[in-house]
């Protein structure tokens, strides 16, 4: 079946800086991916959906400049959390979509900033 | 996207079949009904979906009133590492759609 891979699974940084997460479909090609994030015992919440070439979408109340998020090609997006604070200390998931298939998840990122 | 409504949480003896309900009664015609679970500090795990007629895969069966207006999952011999968070969605199945996850089921299999 489909498989998507996300990496780092675990990443700590230091305030300020800024950390990039990779999501990549393994064995299909996603024309559209999307970016969820979860805060302890409450559900996924959407932040954005990228497309391939374009720009990506944004859930309201997700700010764009500090969730930079990349869909270069059909297998990789990428979401990069600039100037990281400790409330931006969450688990990132990403979900990957085959045109017009189902959805599948990466195993997600743990993200600690301190 | 059509909401759903599904109770907070149940408890499920291991072996016994485990019904969990869903309730979508604006889904609209062309919506599907898609269900995930996720287990502790794990992406959310496919499980089946359906748009009017009962599925059923190697994992659960999909039951669906013929109004639509609600549903209902069967994981027909629980385990104890059934234990996790069910999310019923509804959703265009088209390019593009985005899943929206509500609170879920919180689903305890207990030995």
């Known amino acids: 079946g489909a498989v998507v891979s996300q990496h780092p699974s675990r990443v700590i940084c230091k305030s300020g800086t800024s950390v990039k997460i990779e999501c990549r479909s393994l064995d299909f090609q996603a024309t559209t991916m999307f970016w969820y994030r979860q805060f302890p015992k409450q559900s996924l919440m959407l932040m954005a959906t990228?497309?391939?070439?374009?720009?990506?979408?944004?859930e309201q109340g997700v700010e764009k400049d500090k969730f930079l998020i990349n869909h270069a090609s059909l297998t990789l997006s990428t979401l990069t959390v600039t100037s990281a604070h400790p409330e931006d200390s969450s688990f990132y998931i990403c979900?990957?979509?085959?045109?017009?298939?189902?959805?599948?998840f990466g195993s997600g990122t743990r993200l600690t900033v301190v | 996207d059509a909401k759903t409504t599904q109770p907070t949480s149940m408890d499920c003896a291991e072996g016994r079949a485990a019904n969990l309900p869903c309730n979508h009664s604006t889904i609209s015609g062309n919506e599907y009904v898609y269900w995930y679970r996720q287990i502790h500090s794990q992406g959310p795990q496919y499980i089946i979906h359906?748009?009017?007629n009962n599925e059923t895969n190697e994992m659960a069966s999909l039951i669906i009133t013929e109004d639509r207006k609600s549903s209902t999952l069967i994981l027909p011999h629980a385990t104890l590492r059934d234990t996790a968070v069910y999310y019923c969605?509804?959703?265009?199945?088209?390019?593009?759609?985005?899943?929206?996850f509500g609170a879920g089921t919180i689903l305890r299999v207990k030995s």
């Open positions: 990228s497309n391939e070439g374009s720009k990506a979408t944004y």
């Open positions: 359906g748009l009017k």
């Open positions: 969605i509804v959703t265009q199945r088209e390019y593009g759609n985005k899943l929206v």
């Open positions: 979900s990957a979509k085959q045109g017009g298939g189902g959805y599948t």
